[in-house]
């Protein structure tokens, strides 16, 4: 395979057209960014870690019945993905409370949910993602009352599998949210599934392992990917 134009650079990710029009190289660059791009750095073997995270990742969710756009690791930092049409919303589940659901809402950090909470937000960096509803999403036309259920569905599979992937190595899934896009026309996973993406807790001391230690200032970012990417056995 090809590999030709950039496409696209994002805030830690860039992709590149290849010779087929329906496959998309995907670098995960070792840059990391918070706060919708207000806090960024550069740290060293990320793109590496989470490359092979969301590879990992992805593979599961497929196996589990989820359609993803996963096609094969190309290298140390690219990933072969299929070239979807993207739907401009981030899906979020929570099962434990943190983050901005805290913030909006006033509640403690680290209250169990039940039923797990989901929320849709539009892909909007300057007016810092605002959440909007299945109204919205169908109004502005960013994808059609099937495909909004579908997302939902799919996004609730996702923590069916991970959640239970990640008690299995002693960790809990909190939070993360998902992209989807269309590929001939089929609603299917995109963007990535790595600890920037989503919030990891240690079961048993509630250490957070995730790109919180980034926002926070915690220090020990990839050390903390790369322990979850061990304890989960993801191969770096
Ligand atoms: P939040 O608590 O900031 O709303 O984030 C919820 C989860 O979604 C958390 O795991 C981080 C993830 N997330 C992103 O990866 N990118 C984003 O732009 C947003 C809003 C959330
Ligand atoms: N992913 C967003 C950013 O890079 C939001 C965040 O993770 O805090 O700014």
């Known amino acids: 395979m090809q590999k030709k134009d950039e496409l696209y650079a994002g805030k830690a990710k860039s992709v590149y057209a290849t010779d087929d029009p329906d496959r998309l190289i995907l670098l995960f660059r070792d840059d990391t960014s918070a706060f919708d791009g207000e806090k960024v750095a550069q740290l060293e073997h990320k793109g ?11 593979q599961k969710l497929e196996a589990g019945g ?6 094969s690791l190309l290298s ?16 979020v589940v929570r099962n434990i ?4 659901l805290c913030r909006r809402l006033g509640v403690p950090e680290g209250k169990d949910l039940d039923p797990p909470t989901f929320e849709f937000f539009l892909k909007d960096d300057e007016r810092h993602d605002p959440m909007v509803n299945e109204y919205h999403i169908r109004a502005f036309g960013w994808a ?7 997302m939902k569905a799919l996004t609730f599979k996702v ?8 008690l299995d190595a002693g960790l809990l899934l909190v939070d993360y949210k998902l992209e989807f896009g269309r590929f001939k026309g089929k609603v299917t996973l995109g963007d990535e599934f790595t600890p920037d993406g989503c919030r990891l807790w240690d079961a048993a001391t509630r250490d957070k392992l995730d790109k919180d230690r980034f926002r926070q200032g ?16 993801v191969p770096l």
Request: charged fraction near 25%.
């Open 97 to 100: 409370s943190a983050g901005s």
């Open 218 to 233: 915690l220090g020990g970012v990839v050390e903390a990917y790369e322990a979850v990417a061990r304890r989960i056995g």
């Open 66 to 71: 989820v359609p993803t756009h996963f096609d």
């Open 159 to 166: 923590n069916d599998i991970l959640k239970q992937l990640f």
């Open 48 to 58: 590496m870690v989470n490359n092979k995270f969301n590879a990992f990742i992805m």
């Open 76 to 91: 140390e930092q690219e990933s072969v993905v299929k070239r979807l049409d993207m739907i401009p919303v981030e899906c």
């Open 144 to 150: 059609s009352e099937d495909e909004v259920e579908q």
